[in-house]
């Protein structure tokens, strides 16, 4: 099962340049997340997803944008990278808030803006 | 605004101990409180919990939620080496699952 797959895995970006974080998930979860994480910090969301078409923002979404085209596909987008968005980034989902709601995270990229 | 508040921050204590973590909570449309364990990497889940004052347990560690005082505490008894680990409170909203901070967990042999 591979659950929650985010890629890359690590990538140095300059700044100014974009890029996107691929999420893709194979559980027919209809809600899917992205959450930052600073050093010795917890996480942070940046975009949220209840279903296919439907996004919102999160905590911090300045910066970022994200689609839903599909149930399995979550991708964030960076169009001008800068320093402050050097962290740690983990897609997650979930089935349903009222079945149960344990939320999967994928393995997290760690992404650096110098 | 939505917010989860953990306490301590830090805690260092010595293998065998016993140990209490804290999680307040305010969440709009609360529906579940989940606590995480992380290691190096992704969150790993521990415990959901949605009714109060009904214990859930795994081995070591158990977790209570208090939803009159909007509360829950992790417990760790025999704590060892490998419990050493950032662990984490989320609260789940209507749409939403907001995080704690977190807790640094450091087990001394």
């Known amino acids: 099962n591979a659950g929650v797959t985010q890629t890359p895995k690590f990538r140095i970006l300059k700044i100014g340049q974009s890029m996107t974080l691929q999420c893709t998930q194979d559980?027919?979860?209809?809600?899917m997340y992205w959450y930052r994480q600073d050093p010795g910090m917890g996480l942070k969301l940046i975009y949220y997803?209840?279903?296919?078409?439907?996004?919102d923002k999160g905590e911090v979404p300045n910066g970022y944008n994200v689609s839903r085209s599909t149930t399995e596909d979550f991708p964030l987008r960076l169009e001008l990278a800068a320093p402050s968005q050097t962290s740690v980034y983990f897609c997650a989902s979930s089935y349903s808030l009222d079945t149960g709601g344990e939320t999967f995270f994928g393995q997290g990229t760690r992404l650096t803006v110098v | 605004e939505d917010k989860v508040v953990q306490s301590p921050l830090s805690l260092v204590v010595h293998e065998g101990d016993t140990v209490t973590l804290n999680c307040s909570y305010e969440?709009?449309?609360?529906?579940?409180l989940l606590w995480y364990k992380q290691e190096k990497k992704a969150p790993t889940f521990l415990f959901m919990l949605?009714?109060?004052?009904i214990e859930k347990k795994s081995g070591r560690l158990s977790s209570i939620l208090d939803k009159k005082e909007l509360f829950s505490i992790l417990n760790i008894t025999a704590t060892q080496t490998g419990d050493s680990a950032v662990y984490l409170c989320a609260a789940q909203g209507a749409q939403k699952l907001v995080f704690g901070q977190g807790t640094r967990l450091t087990i001394n042999p």
């Open positions: 559980m027919n979860h209809n809600y």
């Open positions: 949605t009714s109060s004052g």
């Open positions: 969440v709009t449309n609360f529906r579940s």
């Open positions: 997803s209840v279903g296919a078409g439907i996004t």
